[in-house]
């Protein structure tokens, strides 16, 4: 992110993406000769030197800003520059949809003729389950597909992909209430 951010201000040149085959650095200007190294002295000076103009005060003033101070408190609550960050969201919170097998509003409506509402695909797993009150014991799917009027496939994929939510137990039935 720095990278892009000196980038923007105009401090680095941007890299070739596709970089030619030609090798195209230039000569160096001054011939190398093994002539007096310069002293200690001048050595340092130069280093803080280039170190002062590297550092753009420009720069670091937009990085604070942008960015912010980020610091925690000891509490833990993340804090940036002199607003506390705050995590609370705006939306309001989902419906609480009630599912236990009481919850019958639209389950029994009227539905055409060869398709299933959902208080008879609760009773086909049911009876599959041998679970239903009017039927002791399992029924096979040609009984289901038989008694209902529809295909076997039909039956086979409601066993085969549908399931039953779990029954609710009394803790669960006194928060629905």
Not at 14 to 40: M, N, T
Not at 64 to 82: C, L, T, W, Y
Not at 150 to 162: G, N
Request: proline fraction near 7%.
């Amino acid at each position: 992110m720095g990278q892009q951010l000196r980038r923007a201000v105009g401090r680095v040149k941007e890299v070739e993406k596709f970089p030619s085959r030609l090798d195209r650095r230039s000569l160096p200007k001054e011939e190398l000769s093994a002539g007096k190294s310069p002293s200690i002295n001048d050595v340092s000076a130069r280093g803080s030197s280039s170190d002062d103009s590297e550092r753009d005060p420009q720069y670091d003033t937009m990085l604070n800003q942008m960015v912010g101070r980020i610091k925690a408190k000891p509490g833990g609550k993340a804090e940036m520059g002199e607003a506390s960050v705050v995590e609370t969201s705006k939306r309001p919170l989902p419906k609480l949809r009630n599912t236990t097998p009481e919850s019958t509003r639209y389950e029994a409506k009227p539905v055409p003729q060869g398709t299933l509402n959902v208080a008879q695909v609760r009773h086909i797993m049911l009876l599959y389950q041998g679970k239903a009150q009017d039927h002791k014991g399992p029924m096979t799917l040609n009984e289901i597909a038989k008694n209902y009027r529809i295909d076997v496939s039909q039956v086979q994929k409601i066993t085969q992909f549908l399931s039953l939510p779990p029954e609710a137990t009394d803790k669960q039935k006194k928060r629905y209430e």
